[in-house]
Each structure stands twice: as structure tokens, then as C-alpha cells.
């Protein structure tokens, strides 16, 4: 483990205290009276970039709850009058129906920006540290132990430039980079080996997708251009998400499935 991480050890040699959940919960609750307090007594351009933050915070929290409303509204239709009769009292009024303001493809933009998305794999198994890191022992006389090696399939970019060995703390090797992944349409019932573009979500945890890391039920982008698919506008679709549904370790390749 290392250093200064003194509190996680403790947690996992003796757990937590049995109210721990609770003083956490109440902390949490308490926290909006101590923000308020801290930005009334903050002063100058302190006090303008907390502000600046806070705000910020606050747009992006009414946007998310915006997003996850389903609204909706009246619209007319603009089919004409069935045939027959027609009471008096309803010559004037036009047909309404109810349809959803928001349209798919706005949905689908929405949806991706929280995060949330209609997956073939909703759970997986979660994957520990201990699973995906392998501990390297460096130094003179190996005592220290601050390295760890990925030992899951991972992706890096193009423009991927490694550190000095002596300060990377996160080793991937180069056998474990994958840049291609097989992904099927579920529509169009075919299996397309695609160029990747980047993890966009491992399950796991968000250091795995900082890292790259590709395990089973990670979203991962994938260029999609050759396929030829369109938008309502008529422009070309370039990059879309796919799940991955295998363990790509295990087989030695990435299969995954495109979210349409």
C-alpha cells in the first residue's frame, strides 16, 4: 500500500466502527450549513472562486435532475376529422394527443451525459484491486512496494507517451493493449471488428477507466464510420458506445455489444 493512505489500512485490518454509515450520513447532511458558513466569512478572490464553484455545482445538479424528468405536453394532431357524425359541442375542438417533448436522439445525448444508459449487462461482478493490480516489488533490496502492474486487458491512446519507469506507478503492458474490438449490431445480427476510441465507463471503479481498463460489462466508444450509419440530419456517425460481453483476459480479444 502506499504511504500516507494510513486510514484505508486501518479499515481493512480492523473495519469500521459500527455507526460509521451513520456520523458519515449525518457529516453529509451537515455539509450545506458548512459551505454556507465558509462562503459568508471567505473574502476577495477566494471568496469569488468558491462562489464560482459552487454555482457551477448547482447548474450541473438541476440539469441532472432536469435530465431524469420525463416531461410532456399536448400536441395537436394534424390528421383531419374522422367521418361522421359529430356532436355540436365538438365541432371546434381540435384532436389533441399527449406525446413526449423530448426525442430520442435527445434522450440518448441526455442519457449519456448522466452517465445512464439501457445496457445488455446491467450487473457484473465486482472486481477487486488485489484481481486487477499485481504488486511490484522495486528498489536495491525490493522492499518497496508502491507499483503496481495492470494485469487486465487495457486501452491506451494514440497519443500515449509512458513515463520514466522509475516514477510510473501504474505499469500496462504492452501485451495487454488492445486496440480493436469485435462489436455486433444487434439489429443488423452482424459482427464488425472495429477501431477503438477510448473506455468511456468500467463498472468497477473510476480509476479502471481513467487507466483504461476493460473488464467485463465496461462501456467502451468505438469508431463506427465504416459502417456507414447516419443521423436524422444525414450527418455520419462516428464514434458510438458498445458494452463489452466476454473477459477479454481469458480470450484474448474484445467482444462487445453495440448500444443503439
Known sequence: MPQNEHIELAQKRHGKRFNHEEKMRKKLARSSHSNAIKAKKLHGLK??????????????????LKMHEEKQTKTHDSEPVQEGAVPAYLLD???????????NMVKQKRKEKAGKWAVPIPK??????DEVFKVMQTG????KAWKRMVTK??????DFTRKPPKYERFIRPMALRFKKAHVTHPELKAT????????????????????????????????????GLVTTGGKVVWGKYAQVTNHPENDGCINAVLLV
Do not use: D
Not at 47 to 64: G, P
Not at 124 to 129: C, S, T, Y
Not at 200 to 208: D, E, H, R, V
Open 124 to 129: 457484473v461482478k465486482q472486481m477487486g484491486e
Open 153 to 158: 486487458v487495457t486501452y491506451v491512446g494514440e
Open 47 to 64: 471568496a469569488k472562486l468558491y462562489n464560482k464553484k459552487r454555482h457551477s455545482e448547482k447548474i450541473q445538479m438541476k440539469k441532472t
Open 93 to 103: 375542438r381540435e384532436t389533441e394527443s399527449r406525446a413526449k417533448v423530448l426525442s
Open 192 to 227: 464488425f471488428c472495429l477501431p477503438m476510441i477510448g473506455v468511456k465507463k468500467n463498472p468497477n471503479s473510476p480509476m479502471y477507466t481513467q487507466l483504461g481498463v476493460i473488464t467485463k460489462g465496461t462501456v467502451i466508444e468505438v469508431n463506427v464510420s465504416e459502417l
Open 140 to 143: 536495491k533490496r525490493k522492499k
